[in-house]
T-cell receptor
Framework: DAGVTQSPTHLIKTRGQQVTLRCSPK?????VSWYQQALGQGPQFIFQ???????QRGNFPDRFSGHQFPNYSSELNVNALLLGDSALYLC???????????FGDGTRLSIL | DQQVKQNSPSLSVQEGRISILNCDYT??????FLWYKKYPAEGPTFLIS???IKDKNEDGRFTVFLNKSAKHLSLHIVPSQPGDSAVYFC???????????WGAGTKLIIKP
């Protein structure tokens, strides 16, 4: 039974570019959440998707957008990349209304 | 505004002894608390949780205590083992559907 999978593992971009990160949830899960983890800090909630709709959103600008597909997989898109966007991006899945969330190993994004 | 705080960046414990990791929160509306463990280059792994209606939850070597009046929770690991060396995160939620709010983590080092 595959857990949460994320791709790519690592990514290097330059300022101003756009990036798409991908996530496949754990089998049986219908809800996907995205988190940003800066070095030395805890994860910060970006947004959550359920039934292809954004249910909740953290304090992140509109440059951060997402999508959920009918098979429950999800994408995180970041436009106009800034140096401060360099972080580990974590995807978590769960069943709506249930904890805990299960995490993937993340995508390490570096902005040059 | 840091709603969940882990004031000890690191903790060193002798193998076989008890490890106690602490977490404080400011929002009395938090309803659900979780502890996650994270190894380098891996995503967070769920350890144990507790609902606000309880003051203790135990799972094998791991016990979480919740003191609502002090807005404090702690994770006890007994006995500590070398494989417990990792970063431990405390997280809180308003309810099972809501986003997780995370502390900055405590790095636990188990000495042989």
């Amino acid at each position: 039974d595959a857990g949460v999978t994320q791709s790519p593992t690592h990514l290097i971009k330059t300022r101003g570019q756009q990036v798409t990160l991908r996530c496949s949830p754990k089998s049986g899960h219908d809800t996907v959440s995205w988190y940003q983890q800066a070095l030395g800090q805890g994860p910060q909630f970006i947004f959550q998707y359920y039934e292809e709709e954004e249910r909740q959103r953290g304090n992140f600008p509109d440059r951060f957008s997402g999508h959920q597909f009918p098979n429950y997989s999800s994408e995180l898109n970041v436009n106009a990349l800034l140096l401060g966007d360099s972080a580990l991006y974590l995807c978590a899945s769960s069943l709506l209304g249930f904890q805990p969330q299960h995490f993937g190993d993340g995508t390490r994004l570096s902005i040059l | 505004d840091q709603q969940v705080k882990q004031n000890s960046p690191s903790l060193s414990v002798q193998e076989g002894r008890i490890s106690i990791l602490n977490c404080d929160y400011t929002n009395s509306m938090f309803d659900y608390f979780l502890w996650y463990k994270k190894y380098p280059a891996e995503g967070p792994t769920f350890l144990i949780s507790i609902s606000s209606i309880k003051d203790k939850n135990e799972d094998g070597r791991f016990t979480v205590f919740l003191n609502k009046s002090a807005k404090h929770l702690s994770l006890h690991i007994v006995p500590s083992q070398p494989g417990d060396s990792a970063v431990y995160f405390c997280a809180a939620s308003l309810d099972s559907n809501y986003q997780l709010i995370w502390g900055a983590g405590t790095k636990l080092i188990i000495k042989p």
